[in-house]
């Protein structure tokens, strides 16, 4: 068991797929995180074992080198497809209730922005360490944030704004949302904000990369 526990960790860290993936180089032609998950499962490998054993400290692995700069965003989601091709494996077990999950966390990308690589990096490091994550998109309206958090009363929210011209559509929808969710937590990031921006606005945190918002979600 714990041959495919390490086998799988290490196939996330590096961004090992599946067997046909070329990447990384001295990995070419071995399984990789979609084959191994399968196999640990036919071999009795728990489900939740996998989760908590390989995916989750991969990806934290993963997510504490982006954040000492060690790793980059194309290596980071390399590590991200490779844990969500071992993700497909075990989502029969969330539904049957096998696995329990930490948590909901709905994400965005303001009104008015158009980018999706930061929030799609933070969707899969927190879907990686045991999360479920409702991704709204990008251009996502207060309306549509609201509805989200309304279907999921204790959901985290975050939203994530690239553009400077977006700050002030992320101010007006966290405004709008805290009026009427005073206690929801939110979490906000992107290039231009900072800490005293999220303060401002009346956000909980400003996660100035994924890993940051991993771990205030798991604390």
């Given amino acids: 068991m714990d041959n495919y526990i390490e086998k799988i960790s290490i196939c996330i860290q590096k961004g090992k797929i599946n ?16 084959e191994l998950t399968g196999e640990a499962l036919k071999n009795g490998v728990k489900a939740n074992e996998i989760l908590t054993g390989a995916m989750i400290p991969a990806m934290g692995i993963v997510g504490e080198l982006f954040k ?7 290596q980071v989601l390399m590590s991200a497809k490779a844990m969500n ?6 989502k029969p077990y969330f539904t049957s209730g096998e696995i329990k999950r930490r948590g909901t966390f709905i994400i965005g990308t303001v009104a008015g922005d158009l980018h ?3 929030k799609n990096l933070v969707s899969m490091m ?7 994550v409702i991704d709204l998109g990008v251009d996502v309206k207060s309306e549509q944030f609201l509805e989200a958090v309304k279907s999921n009363p204790n959901a985290v929210l975050g939203m994530s704004a690239l553009l400077t011209t977006t700050m002030e559509s992320m101010e ?3 405004r709008h949302i805290r009026d009427l969710y005073p206690n929801l937590r939110i979490l906000v990031g992107g ?5 005293e921006f999220a303060s401002r606005i009346g956000a909980n945190l400003y996660a100035p990369n994924p890993q940051v918002a ?3 979600l798991n604390s």
Avoid: Q, T
Wanted: net charge negative.
């Fill in 116 to 118: 999706d690589i930061g």
């Fill in 85 to 90: 091709s071992a993700l497909v494996h075990l």
């Fill in 19 to 34: 067997m046909d993936s070329p990447y990384p180089p001295d990995m070419k032609g071995l399984p990789g995180a979609d």
């Fill in 191 to 195: 290039a231009p904000l900072n800490s």
């Fill in 172 to 174: 007006k929808s966290v």
């Fill in 68 to 74: 000492d700069k060690k790793l980059f965003v194309p």
């Fill in 126 to 132: 927190i879907e990686g360490s045991g999360w479920d």
């Fill in 214 to 216: 991993v771990e205030y």
